[in-house]
Structures are given as C-alpha cells and as structure tokens.
T-cell receptor
Framework: AQSVTQLGSHVSVSEGALVLLRCNYS??????LFWYVQYPNQGLQLLLK??????LVKGINGFEAEFKKSETSFHLTKPSAHMSDAAEYFC???????????FGAGTRLFVKA | GAGVSQSPSNKVTEKGKDVELRCDPI?????LYWYRQRLGQGLEFLIY????????KSGLPSDRFSAERTGESVSTLTIQRTQQEDSAVYLC???????????FGSGTRLTVV
C-alpha cells in the first residue's frame, strides 16, 4: 500500500534561509510524486511534480524537489525563504496506473523576519 | 470554467440535518475527487469519479455520506443526519490525467453545531 510521511508538522526558518521540507514515501511500483501548497484560507495548489525523466524537478516560486529512489524520498527545497512562502505544504504520491493520490499530513512552514 | 468551483464556501448546520455540497470541475477533466480535511490534519480521500465508470467509494466514512456525478460535469456530496465529527473542510479536485496532478477548489467549510 502507498503511504507518505512528512517529517515535521511545523518548520520555522528565517527569511533568506534555506527551506527544506522532508517527504518519504512507500510504493510497490514506480510512483508519481507531487508537492502541493495551501495558503491560508485557500485551496491546494500544485507546486511541482515528478512523473518520469529528470529526477530534479523545478516548480513555481523557486521551489524544487529531487526524487531519490534509493532513499524513497522527495524532499522539497528552496534556497532562500520569503515571507510569502509561509503556508502548509503537502507531499503526495500516486502509483503509476493507479488513480487515488495519497497525501501526507502536511508541514506548516513559518518564515521569520 | 477556469477553475474548480465549490459551493457553498461556508455552511453551518444543526446536528441531524442533511447538507449538500457542490463541485463544478474544470471542463474536460474526466476525473473528480472529494477529500475531507479536518482541522490541523491531512487530506482524507472520500470518493473518486472517472468518466462514466463506477465510482470508487472506498473512502466514504459511513452510509450517511453519498456522492453523485452526472457524466463529466457537476458532482454533489451529500451528508445525511450530520454529526459534529463531520465538521471539516470538504475539498473537491479534478484532473485530466493522473500524472498531471489535481486542480483543487477552495473547499466548503462545514460546521455542525
């Protein structure tokens, strides 16, 4: 069965610092992997995705994530945090050939001035 | 439409009453999903529709919950005899293909008092 684990329900960084949000998954077949962002009082928005090909994927707002099969990880990074990055971030997995996306519990990112 | 539209955006209902939530997906998106997000928690899968195929209802928490979708258009999620534990944000998403990721609506915040 698929599952997603996001390490840390809350992460706090200073403005300008590196953002690292961790995600590990389990899947019996090659997965599709996603990161979504949810700003306060808004719906979820797709940030980036990995399906096939290049394992380093770039998304909106300067975020990127790297698919590491050997580590079953798909960590989200951004070199320099902005105040506007404060939001909740969800990692998600779907099996190739599957239909149901499984979401992690979410990580709330706080950015300090 | 340009995005996934959900209505109402907020609903307060008395315990025991029935409620109906509506989702209007993006035109051309064959897949439609309902998720539930309780306060401070991740997304809980409820039901999935794909074209004219039989829906996957495996996530519905009880027989008080039901959903319908006509073809590839609007979907309604109905909760009968609402309970306080039904209070949550109900999110609808639609997708063109599974590896495209989802487009989410802004959700319906349901409060049962």
């Amino acid at each position: 069965a698929q599952s997603v684990t996001q390490l840390g329900s809350h992460v706090s960084v200073s403005e300008g610092a590196l953002v690292l949000l961790r995600c590990n998954y389990s899947s019996s077949v090659p997965p599709y992997l996603f990161w979504y962002v949810q700003y306060p009082n808004q719906g979820l928005q797709l940030l980036l995705k990995y399906t096939t090909g290049a394992t380093l994927v770039k998304g909106i707002n300067g975020f990127e994530a790297e698919f590491k099969k050997s580590e079953t990880s798909f960590h989200l990074t951004k070199p320099s945090a902005h105040m506007s990055d404060a939001a909740e971030y969800f990692c998600a997995v779907i099996n190739t050939g599957g239909f149901k996306t499984i979401f992690g519990a979410g990580t709330r990112l706080f950015v300090k001035a | 439409g340009a995005g996934v539209s959900q209505s109402p955006s907020n609903k307060v209902t008395e315990k025991g009453k029935d409620v109906e939530l509506r989702c209007d997906p993006i035109s051309g998106h064959t897949a439609l999903y309902w998720y539930r997000q309780r306060l401070g928690q991740g997304l809980e899968f409820l039901i999935y529709f794909q074209g004219n195929s039989a829906p996957d209802k495996s996530g519905l928490p009880s027989d008080r919950f039901s959903a319908e979708r006509t073809g590839e258009s609007v979907s309604t999620l109905t909760i009968q005899r609402t309970q306080q534990e039904d209070s949550a944000v109900y999110l609808c998403a639609s997708s063109f293909k599974q590896n495209y990721g989802y487009t989410f609506g802004s959700g319906t915040r349901l409060t049962v008092v």
